[in-house]
Structures are given as C-alpha cells and as structure tokens.
C-alpha cells in the first residue's frame, strides 16, 4: 500500500520561499504521477502542479506559474515543490497525491488514489 508524507511546510514572509517535499512509503513511485493540491481557509481545494512518472512533463495552475517548481527523485521516492515569491493568498495546506498512470492532471483529483495527509503553509507578515 502506498503512503505518501508531505513535509516542508511553515510559516514564511511574503516573497519568501519554501521547498515542499513529498516522501513516499510501501511502494515505488516510479509508475505513479504525482500531483500537488492545495486548500486555502474557506476554500476549494484546488490543483497547483503535477509531474509524469518519468518526472519529463509537468503542469502548473496558471496563479503558480513561474513562481513554483515540481520536481521529482525517483530513487528517493519524493517529489518535491519549490514554491518562490510566495504570497499572502498562497496561504493553504498543501497534499500530494499519486495516480498510478503516466500522465497526470491538475484538474481532477478523482484520478489520484493515494493521498497525504497535507503540511500547512502560511505565508504572513
């Protein structure tokens, strides 16, 4: 069974930086997707980025682009999500999640299976 543990996460000023990482346990991530998700207070959850199996394409939300960057070690069995010129609104907690398929999607979470339990990031002055 895949378990999947997200850490990195804390309190940050504006346009400060953190690195996300996303540790997987039980099972190889090398035929899974991995997708980052957020929920900010009193919002959706929504997608931020994702990365193929092989980590050779990737997908970003248009609010993060240029501003984050997902990246992925397959013989460590982490994904990683460096987040840069952070913002107030990107506020949230922020899961992983895998598919195991090639592709991968920031648009429907139904496709991911596996999910982390989430690591808050808060972005305050």
């Known amino acids: 069974q895949l378990r999947l543990a997200e850490s990195g996460g804390g309190l940050v000023q504006p346009g400060g930086s953190l690195t996300l990482s996303c540790e997987a346990s039980?099972?190889?991530?090398?035929?899974?997707?991995i997708g980052w998700f957020r929920q900010g207070p009193g919002k959706e959850r929504e997608g931020v980025s994702c990365?193929?199996?092989?980590?050779?394409?990737?997908k970003y939300a248009d609010f993060v682009k240029g501003r984050f960057t997902i990246s992925r070690d397959n013989a460590k069995n982490t994904v990683y999500l460096q987040m840069n010129s952070l913002e107030i609104e990107d506020t949230a907690v922020y899961y992983c999640?895998?598919?195991?398929?090639?592709?991968?999607?920031?648009?429907?979470?139904?496709?991911?299976?596996?999910w982390g339990q989430g690591t808050q990031v808060t972005v305050s002055s």
């Open positions: 999640a895998a598919d195991f398929s090639y592709g991968c999607t920031i648009f429907a979470e139904r496709d991911y299976d596996y």
């Open positions: 990365i193929v199996s092989d980590g050779d394409d990737t």
């Open positions: 039980g099972a190889t991530l090398d035929y899974h997707s």
